[in-house]
């Protein structure tokens, strides 16, 4: 796959953003987060839980952070890669450019329980509730950290946060500064990126970034190319400024992909959007937050879906002043979209333009019932198009055996509200159907309990554990037996699993840790019939997966980082289960250049993550060069 314009214009951009800056040389971050102890990083503030930063000890969920620093001393060099990382996600690989992503199960390409933000906007899809991951891609370098909550978040993030909450967080803009250019390259493509950070006046800062990508094509298993490689440029900003108490963040981004022909598996895409974001104190010092931002997306895939979506969100959160041991935070938001369908030789929505729009308001009340218990309660209405007000309830209770312990429950009920593939659906696009829309479709609900305990024996060993049962209500499924099917609230049934992991700090220079998620479904139709088929269509999930991940340091300039993944087999469509290697080995040249290794799927030639062994991807071993220089 030619690269030539690529180079073009990271050297454009590189030209751009070091020449203000030529001749001035700061050394390299290395280890921003490497030198912490794992009481410190217990200490990592989180905000996904609560809505309030707090420590990651005490967040009375499931939740796990992918800071900086693994990021960095990772493989990955896309965001799904990087979600590797967490254990309590399942990460497949579909094809070249996209990924089944979901927490709790019910994984497919088009997942719609697991709500994903970027710095505060949600980047899930008005066509289905999921996220098109080749539509949504960040520059590494710039995360500071991914917040993934396993269970739901509907009180805070409201519909479609039902079996868990992805908020990925990017480094603010005084921390950027300087001049950055990464470079990682294989024979079946890469990633080029380039940063620029200034100063705006006395109290702003500025960063400036550009990236480019390009993927080749995977290959079934006969060797056959699926056609699924493509390309894709992105540039964007963002600057802060503080007064005082007051902090006012501006960003955005513009992509652009699918430079080769377009198709179902390498769409043409089109998008950008435009964050501001205001945080403030009022005169009695309470603090508030008022965010806005503009979305748009287009989407073209030839035969199947060619869409586009424009949306406008604004979000409002205040936490008035309180007694002593209590808090309470309380919001409200407004979302409009108007999402729009062209007829495709495969698919028709009628009507194929809809105006949407969701409303909300929420509050959230904490408050100490004694010195170690803690109860949280909270409930969110939320309006949206379709179905009309929904309430999203839920209540935590924290139990502090020490500083060091903590044990905690929760039950919440969480809603998938429905989207256009639910109501507006027909295949194929003209008459007789085969699926003739869902006009009677409504939400589907999952009440949910949890049982979770963290913890850090002495200094050196950290560990989460939480055990889960959600039952479901409603979920999709079309009428058995009836052609044309329409799509229906047909299947329900309990999901039940454990989620498990632990750090090992073993000296300064070493740290291991380790993590496992199992869970069981065991759903029916709520009519007492029997169709296997539309049920499998849910999501393909395996029983269990575990990881394991080792990071050593090589004197005061190498570092050599190695995880192990092994996920179980899927059961429809099969896949059988696999073990996967990763590694990254790493040497700082100088104070201003790094150079390392990467290794992707090291222990097999091929394997298939996804989808029936005739029509999947071949996931094949990779070996990446990879040069970050920073002034």
């Not at 921390?175 to 890469?190: H, N």
């Not at 939480?466 to 209500?473: D, G, I, L, S």
Request: glycine letters at 10%; zero cysteines; hydrophobic letters at 40%.
């Amino acid at each position: 796959m030619k690269t030539s314009s690529h180079l073009k214009f990271l050297v454009v951009l590189a030209l751009a953003f070091t020449a203000p800056l030529a001749g001035a040389i700061a050394s390299l971050p290395i280890a921003s987060l490497a030198d912490l102890s794992l009481e410190q990083l217990s200490e990592i503030q989180v905000t996904s839980v609560s809505g309030r930063a707090e420590p990651l000890q005490n967040a009375a969920s499931s939740v796990f952070v992918i800071t900086h620093d693994d990021i960095r001393r990772s493989a990955a060099t896309t965001l799904p890669e990087a979600l590797r990382l967490a254990p309590n996600l399942q990460v497949a690989q579909v094809s070249a450019g996209r990924y089944a992503i979901s927490a709790r199960g019910f994984n497919n390409d088009i997942a719609n329980k697991l709500l994903v933000l970027i710095d505060g906007r949600s980047v899930y899809s008005t066509l289905f509730s999921g996220v098109f991951w080749d539509a949504n891609a960040v520059m590494l370098d710039d995360v500071e950290r991914i917040e993934v909550i396993s269970g739901p978040g509907g009180t805070l993030w409201g519909a479609n946060a039902v079996n868990g909450v992805i908020n990925v967080i990017t480094r603010d803009a005084a921390a950027t500064q300087g001049t950055l250019v990464s470079v990682v390259r294989s024979a079946p493509g890469g990633r080029a990126a380039v940063r620029w950070g200034g100063a705006l006046g006395e109290t702003g800062h500025l960063r400036l970034y550009g990236l480019a990508d390009d993927r080749d094509h995977t290959r079934l298993g006969s060797g056959a190319s699926r056609n699924d490689g493509d390309s894709r440029r992105q540039v964007g900003f963002r600057a802060d400024w503080e007064a005082g108490p007051s902090r006012l963040t501006v960003q955005g981004d513009a992509y652009r992909g699918g430079d080769y022909p377009s198709s179902g598996l390498a769409p043409r895409l089109r998008g950008g959007n435009l964050l501001a974001s205001w945080s403030s104190r009022f005169a009695n010092g309470s603090p508030y937050r008022l965010q806005a931002y503009y979305d748009t997306a287009e989407r073209d895939e030839t035969t199947v879906l060619r869409n586009s979506v424009a949306s406008v969100d604004l979000q409002f959160t205040h936490e008035p002043a309180m007694p002593p041991g209590q808090q309470l935070l309380w919001g409200a938001g407004y979302r409009r979209a108007r999402d729009a369908n062209q007829t495709t030789a495969l698919v028709l929505f009628a009507p194929p333009e809809r105006l949407l729009s969701w409303a909300n308001v929420f509050v959230q009340h904490q408050v100490d019932l004694s010195d170690r218990w803690k109860l949280t309660v909270g409930a969110k209405a939320e309006r949206n198009s379709y179905t009309g007000v929904e309430f999203l309830p839920s209540a935590r209770l924290a139990f502090q055996h020490s500083p060091r312990h903590m044990s905690w429950m929760g039950a919440s009920r969480a809603v998938r509200a429905p989207s256009r593939i639910d109501r507006d659906f027909y295949l194929p696009a003209r008459a007789p159907f085969l699926i003739a829309g869902g006009s009677n479709f409504q939400s589907e609900t999952a009440n949910v309990l949890e049982l979770g305990h963290r913890g850090q024996l002495q200094a050196d060993v950290t560990y989460a554990v939480t055990a889960f049962r959600q039952y479901y209500k409603g979920l999709r499924a079309g009428i058995p037996g009836r052609i044309p099917t329409t799509v229906e609230n047909q299947i329900e049934g309990p999901g039940q699993g454990l989620e498990t992991w632990v750090q090992w700090q073993v000296n300064p220079d070493w740290r291991l840790a380790a993590g496992y998620t199992g869970m069981r479904k065991h759903l029916r139709f709520s009519s007492g019939a029997a169709d296997a088929f539309s049920i499998s269509n849910l999501g393909n999930d395996p029983q269990g997966q575990w990881n394991l991940r080792s990071s050593l340091n090589l004197g005061s300039r190498g570092e050599f980082d190695l995880i192990v993944r092994h996920v179980g087999a899927l059961p429809s469509p099969a896949v059988a289960a696999y073990t996967a290697v990763d590694a990254r080995l790493a040497w700082r040249v100088s104070p201003t250049l790094e150079l390392s290794l990467l290794g992707q799927n090291l222990l097999d030639g091929q394997h298939v993550e996804f989808n029936a062994l005739g029509v999947a991807s071949q996931i094949e071993r990779r070996v990446l060069l990879k040069a970050v220089w920073q002034l």
